[in-house]
C-alpha cells in the first residue's frame, strides 16, 4: 500500500473517533492495514504535521484537537457582522496602554501621527485553549473611560454602538500565511515558528472614518475559515 492511501486510511480512522482519543499501537495499525511500519510512520507525521495526529513519547498517538470553523457568509447592504465562530470565546488582555500613533499608524488608521492611540493586545481562548492573539489599536478619543474588561467578553463593535455611538460599517481585511515569533509561540503554546494565519483589519464607522485597526495572529493548526459562496448565473 503506497502512503498516499495510508494516509487516507488514517485520516478515515481519525474521523471515526473523538479529539484527544489514543490510537492503536503501530504494531497493531501495520497489521489492520497490511503495510509495513516505516510507510506507516512516514503517513503519521505527515497528518501530525497538519495537526491531525499529536504524537507523545512513551505515551503514543492522539487524533488532534478539532478545528475551530468561522464562517463567513455574504449579509445584507449596509449591515456589518460576522457569524461567530465554533465554542466558547473569552479574552484574556495581556497589555492596555496608549501610545502616539506615528507616521506609519496614523496614515493606516487616517490620523495625525500625533493622535493618541489605544493599544489593546488581547489572548483569544475557546474551550480553554488559546486560539489567537489580537493587537487592537483605537484612536482614544472615540473611547473615554474604556477598560481592559470590556475586551474580555462580549463584541467590541456591539460595545462601540451602544456606549459610544460609533457603528461599525465596513471593513477591509486581508489574511496571509505566517508563522510565530517567541512572543507569540509562548503565548499560544505552540511551538517556535509554528504555522499560524495573520489578519489585518482596517474597519471604519458610516461616516468613513477609520475606528479600528487589528493585527491578529490565529493558530493554523486549530483555526479554518468557510466562505459561502453564491455565483450569478445570469452573466456570462
Known amino acids: 500500500m503506497k502512503r498516499a492511501e495510508v494516509r487516507e486510511r488514517l485520516r478515515q480512522l481519525i474521523n471515526s473517533r473523538q479529539p484527544g ?23 503519521m507525521s505527515d497528518l501530525a504535521k497538519d495537526g491531525l495526529l ?33 465554542g466558547t470565546w473569552f479574552s484574556r488582555v495581556v497589555e492596555f496602554t496608549t501610545q502616539v ?59 462601540l454602538r451602544i456606549r459610544y455611538e460609533v457603528v461599525a460599517s465596513k471593513a477591509v481585511q486581508t489574511t496571509e500565511p505566517t508563522v510565530t515569533d517567541p512572543t507569540e509561540s509562548e503565548l499560544l503554546g505552540v511551538p517556535l515558528h509554528a504555522p499560524a494565519l495573520l489578519f489585518e483589519r482596517t474597519t471604519k464607522d458610516t461616516t468613513d472614518r477609520v475606528i479600528e485597526y487589528t493585527r491578529s495572529i490565529y493558530r493554523g493548526d486549530r483555526y479554518r475559515i468557510t466562505t459561502h459562496l453564491t455565483f450569478d448565473h445570469t452573466s456570462g
Open 101 to 159: 500613533a506615528g507616521a506609519r499608524l496614523g496614515q493606516r488608521l487616517q490620523v495625525s501621527p500625533s493622535t493618541e492611540l489605544l493599544s489593546v493586545t488581547r489572548v483569544r481562548i475557546v474551550d480553554d485553549n488559546p486560539m489567537a492573539i489580537e493587537r487592537i489599536l483605537l484612536p482614544a478619543e472615540l473611547v473615554p473611560e474604556i477598560a481592559p474588561s470590556d475586551f474580555e467578553s462580549g463584541s467590541l463593535y456591539e460595545l
Open 21 to 43: 482519543e489514543v490510537l492503536p499501537s503501530e504494531r497493531n495499525l501495520s497489521e489492520e492495514l497490511g503495510v509495513s511500519r516505516p510507510t506507516l510512520r512516514a503517513a
Open 54 to 86: 499529536v504524537r507523545e513519547h512513551g505515551r503514543g498517538t492522539f487524533t488532534g484537537a478539532r478545528k475551530i470553523s468561522q464562517e463567513l457568509t455574504p449579509m445584507p447592504t449596509g449591515e456589518f457582522n460576522a457569524p461567530p465562530a465554533d
